[in-house]
């Protein structure tokens, strides 16, 4: 298993920057891709990127094409989403998710999730 903590969250303006973090733990020895996937206050968690073991392949939800950029280290098991020029609309919880094997773009390929770190994006 993997157990996963997100941190880096807050409350930002429009067109601000913000990190994301993604502490992974426990059998980190087999390679797992990490995807971020958020929920906006009334609505279901949504993709919005991930990335393979190696870091070579990556996937965005159009929404945040050319804006947010996923990253991970694995040296030190951690993960990471760039957001930059933020708007109001990607105002969520943001949550980091893993699974063993290649990556995916839906909430259901993922096994192992975070608690979760809250972004909000003021106009």
């Known amino acids: 298993q993997v157990q996963l903590v997100e941190s880096g969250g807050g409350l930002v303006q429009a067109g601000d920057s913000l990190r994301l973090s993604c502490a992974a733990s426990?059998?980190?020895?087999?390679?797992?891709?990490m995807g971020w996937f958020r929920q906006p206050p009334g609505r279901e968690r949504e993709f919005v990127a991930a990335?393979?073991?190696?870091?070579?392949?990556?996937s965005y939800a159009d929404s945040v094409k050319g804006r947010f950029t996923i990253s991970r280290d694995n040296a030190k098991n951690m993960g990471y989403l760039q957001m930059n020029s933020l708007k109001p609309e990607d105002t969520a919880v943001y949550h980091c998710?893993?699974?063993?094997?290649?990556?995916?773009?839906?909430?259901?390929?993922?096994?192992?999730w975070g608690q979760g770190t809250q972004v909000t994006v003021s106009s």
């Open positions: 998710a893993a699974r063993y094997g290649a990556h995916r773009d839906s909430v259901a390929w993922y096994d192992y």
């Open positions: 426990g059998r980190t020895s087999r390679t797992f891709a």
């Open positions: 990335i393979n073991w190696s870091g070579g392949i990556t």
